[in-house]
């Protein structure tokens, strides 16, 4: 395929998913990889693409600290508008912009928001993407479900593989995608030249945590007390230009990843 774009750097690029799409989008740009270790020196420099896959990624450390996490999922955003020079500017946000993230009759790209309702963590992801819409020419917006990587910290599954009990209950739901496949997705709409386009990005269909003792060898343990989470947006504006697998499929795959 021919891409007219050349040069793209990852902000965030130490993270777990920042850190894969640096390895995967290397295969076809020359990738800077941007931390907070190196952020000053590339001030002022220019790229054909920027990802920004940087911020704070804990809904429940925002809920308690609602401040810090403005600054570095918010301030970091528009900072980074001004640092760097760009002519397409991606941003990975998260399906928690949506107030009911649990279904995917509430969760299409072009629904109003009820902002006012949002968790500090969705509402600084929400005024992020209006930031972006505001300032940038020639933008795109990837809200994305639960993703699983090499470098996964946190969360269920890596509950599961670190042999802990889950904090989630076994009623709960979740959407996923792996960051391979969100790279696939980057690759696909700037090679596509889509501009100022949202799109939800996840796996069609949820992983059912009833079932999900059945994908692991190893014994997996609930919590006595434990929340239930459901998480499913609506992934047809996407998957009618790039066919998106199941979530199922994309736990799969994350699985045999770690077996090799």
Known sequence: MHINLKTLAVIGGQGMLGSDLVRYLSQ?????????ENYSQFINHSFDVVVNAN????????????LKDFVLSTVSVYKSLFDFKFKTYIYVSSSDVYVDHSSIASTS?????????LSPYGFHKYLSEEIIKNHCKRYLILRASMVLGKNLKKGPLFDIVNNNPLFISKTSRLQMIDTKEIANVIFFLINKQIKNETFNVGGKGVVDFEKIQTYFSTPVSFQNENETQIYEMNVAKLNKLFPLKSSEVYLQEFINTLKQ
Request: charged letters at 20%; zero cysteines; aromatic letters at 10%.
């Open 28 to 36: 076809s740009f020359l990738v800077t990889s941007i931390s907070k």
């Open 109 to 117: 790209e072009n629904q109003t928001q009820g902002q006012n309702k």
């Open 55 to 66: 911020g704070n990624s804990k809904r429940f450390w925002a809920v308690k600290n609602p």
